[in-house]
Every structure is written in C-alpha cells, then in structure tokens.
C-alpha cells in the first residue's frame, strides 16, 4: 500500500502529469463544493432556534466548519512542507504555500465568527482564554507564513525558510485542539469528536457534519485552483528567465 503511495506520489511529481490531473479534477470539486454547500445551507435552514441559544445557535454551522478547516489547513501546511523539505517533492512547497491563504481565512471566519456567537452567551466580543487565544496565535502563524513567502526575493530560500516556520509552528495545533481540555476555559469542549454519544442532538449534527463536509471540500477546491495557478506562474517564469539568458 505505501509503495502503491509512494508510486503515485513520483508520478504526479512532474508538473505537466499534476496539471493534467488538476484539470480532470477541478469541475467535478467544484461542483461537489458547491452542491453540498447548498445542500448543508439548505437544511441549516430549517434547524430549530436552540432552547437556550434561540436562533444564534446557527452561527455555529459556519463557526465550527471553520475551525476544524483552520486546523485542518494548518496540517495540510505542515505535511506538504514536510514532503518538500524531507523528501523533495517538488509540489510540496506548491500545495503549502497555495493553502495557506486559504487556511488564514477560515481560521479568520471562525474567529469573527467566534465572537459574534460568544458575546450573547458570554456578555462579551472577547476572552483572553485558551482556545481563543490559542486560535487567534494559529491566525498570526498564517500571517506569518505567508508573509515569509514575500519577504525572500530568492524563490528556493523563501521556500526552505518557510517550510521550516510551517514544521515550527505546527506545536500550536494540539494546543488548540486541546486547549479546552487542558485548562479551565469559557469554551465549550468538543460535542462531535465523541463518535459513541456526540453530545448534539440529530437535528444540529447532521447539518453540522454536511457543512464540515461542504468547507473541506471547498477547501480542496480552492486549493488545487491556487496550486494550478502557482505551477503556471513558475513556468512562465522560467520561461522569462530562459529568455533572458538568450537575451
């Protein structure tokens, strides 16, 4: 099985085969992105106001979705910079750098999110306690990152530089996680991950599960488009670098 991984990691290594791949894959993300947004909009929608909450309870069909893809965003970061670093594959640094972005900005929905479900239960924008601080810091590292990528003109060396700040930064991920199980905090602990009596009633999961699902997926999406349009701009660049040297 890893050797059947590993065979199809080397193949997909060359960009003219990734790209020949992305484009059979790009519509039919997309549209599964899509339909199951819709869908998880859809039944959203018709969810009952919570007993305590009232209607506020459905910022959290946005809020959690969000935040699982804040963790989720920052291990795909960590894993792809840990491929091209350990084991050169020379998309890794592509897939990293291309969901980063894309990851910075859930992990920002599920911060203003965040705040606007925590203030009528909590009577206040912001806390200083672990989960919140903790995901606000995770925001920071995306910043970070990105901003890394832009500030070394020398393509190989921002690469290297930030896939290191990626591996780094990855320790903040089990304290988010944990966060609310290791400290005393405003936030409540986790309701889905207890798979044996999540402590959701049917009506909040399943909606819950299909957005989690819609986000992962639109997540996906955005970041295959972005890793199509970055291994197109390094061969128009070496194209112009090809030029010049003939030039």
């Keep these: 099985m890893l050797k059947a991984l590993e065979n199809i990691?080397?193949?997909?290594?060359?960009?003219?085969?990734?790209?020949?791949?992305?484009?059979?894959l790009h519509a039919p993300l997309w549209a599964l992105a899509l339909a199951l947004l819709a869908y998880g909009l859809y039944r959203v929608?018709?969810?009952?106001?919570?007993?305590?909450?009232?209607?506020t309870v459905k910022i959290m069909f946005v809020h959690v979705p969000a935040a699982w893809m804040a963790l989720f965003g920052y291990s795909f970061i960590f894993f792809a910079s840990v491929t091209a670093l350990v084991f050169r594959h020379p998309l890794g640094h592509v897939a990293a750098r291309a969901a980063a972005p894309i990851g910075a900005v859930f992990t920002l929905i599920a911060l203003v999110t965040g705040s606007l479900w925590g203030q009528p239960m909590w009577g206040t924008?912001?806390?200083?306690d672990a989960r919140l601080t903790s995901v606000l810091v995770l925001f920071f590292i995306y910043l970070g990152y990105i901003a890394l990528w832009q500030a070394i003109d020398e393509p190989t060396r921002a690469a290297r530089a930030a896939a290191i700040l990626a591996i780094v930064g990855f320790v903040n991920v089990p304290i988010v996680k944990f966060s609310v199980d290791w400290?005393?905090?405003?936030?409540?602990?986790?309701?889905?991950?207890?798979?044996?009596?999540?402590?959701?009633?049917?009506?909040?999961?399943?909606?819950?599960?299909i957005m989690?699902?819609?986000?992962?997926?639109?997540?996906?999406?955005?970041?295959?488009?972005r890793m199509q349009m970055e291994v197109l701009r390094q061969k128009l660049r070496a194209k112009a670098n090809l030029h010049g040297h003939k030039g």
Excluded: E
């Design 45 to 55: 929608a018709f969810v009952p106001d919570d007993y305590q909450q009232g209607a």
């Design 9 to 24: 990691s080397a193949f997909y290594a060359n960009p003219t085969r990734f790209m020949g791949l992305a484009a059979r």
């Design 125 to 128: 924008w912001w806390v200083w």
């Design 183 to 209: 400290w005393n905090t405003l936030h409540q602990p986790a309701s889905v991950s207890r798979l044996a009596r999540p402590a959701l009633h049917a009506d909040f999961l399943y909606p819950l599960l």
């Design 212 to 225: 989690g699902g819609a986000f992962l997926v639109l997540f996906l999406a955005l970041t295959l488009t």
